[in-house]
């Protein structure tokens, strides 16, 4: 069966630090996958979409990997703040298909 | 962004009421919506696919009798949970498609006492 999996365990990292958050899937096709952001008690807000055919996708501080051969995406936050303390989905998907969730990781970034 | 709405933000109802949940596509058709339940420290799980005009699809487990959804319109999606009961309670996440991406509502806790 299809399985997405994160870093149960809570990423504490030292403000300004690089932040890497890790997304493996096993039996799974994505033609893309997508990172979200969720803050405790509210909906997922969409982050980076990237396609099986891009390497690496970069956004202001963000910036994700897509490995289709290792079956794996890094996201990763530079310079990180305390703000960007957040549990943090990914979500892969082939085009059609019902968007599905990692079980998300936790990231605290502390001053 | 496109922007999805939710109302209400919470609700608190008695066992064996039946509550109705609202989701909005604020500026943008949605064709297709989503609708997520999410129980404490877990991830979201995917309950049903809206399709404006048509029914619902549930996913496996879900009973479509208790957990009844209507898409009328495509900005409209809406979520009726009938004879709710505490085991019910949860946060529950409704979502619409744009493209490739899909955005989320800000979610609607529900408690039943």
């Not at chain 2, 064996?16 to 604020?26: A, F, H």
């Not at chain 2, 946060?91 to 498609?97: D, E, M, N, P, V």
């Amino acid at each position: 069966s299809q399985k997405i999996e994160q870093n149960s365990e809570a990423l504490n990292i030292q403000e300004g630090k690089t932040a890497t958050l890790t997304c493996n899937y096993t039996n799974y096709s994505p033609a893309y996958l997508q990172w979200y952001r969720q803050d405790p008690g509210r909906g997922p807000v969409f982050l980076l979409l990237i396609r099986e055919n891009e390497k690496e996708k970069r956004k202001e501080r963000l910036k994700v990997t897509f490995d289709t051969t290792l079956k794996q995406s890094l996201f990763h936050i530079t310079a990180s703040q305390p703000a960007d303390s957040a549990t943090y989905l990914c979500a892969p998907r082939s085009s059609g298909d019902k968007l599905t969730f990692g079980t998300g990781t936790r990231l605290a970034v502390r001053p | 962004g496109a922007v999805v709405s939710q109302h209400p933000s919470w609700v608190i109802c008695k066992s064996g009421t039946s509550v109705k949940i609202e989701c909005r596509s604020l500026d943008f058709q949605a064709t297709t919506m989503f609708w997520y339940r999410q129980f404490p420290k877990q991830s979201l799980m995917l309950m049903a696919t809206s399709n404006e005009g048509s029914k619902a699809t549930y996913e496996q487990g879900v009973e479509k009798d208790k957990f009844l959804i209507n898409h009328a319109s495509l900005t409209l999606s809406t979520l009726t949970v009938t004879s709710a009961h505490p085991e019910d309670s949860s946060f529950y996440i409704c979502s619409a498609s744009l493209g490739d991406e899909q955005f989320f509502g800000p979610g609607t806790r529900l408690t039943v006492l």
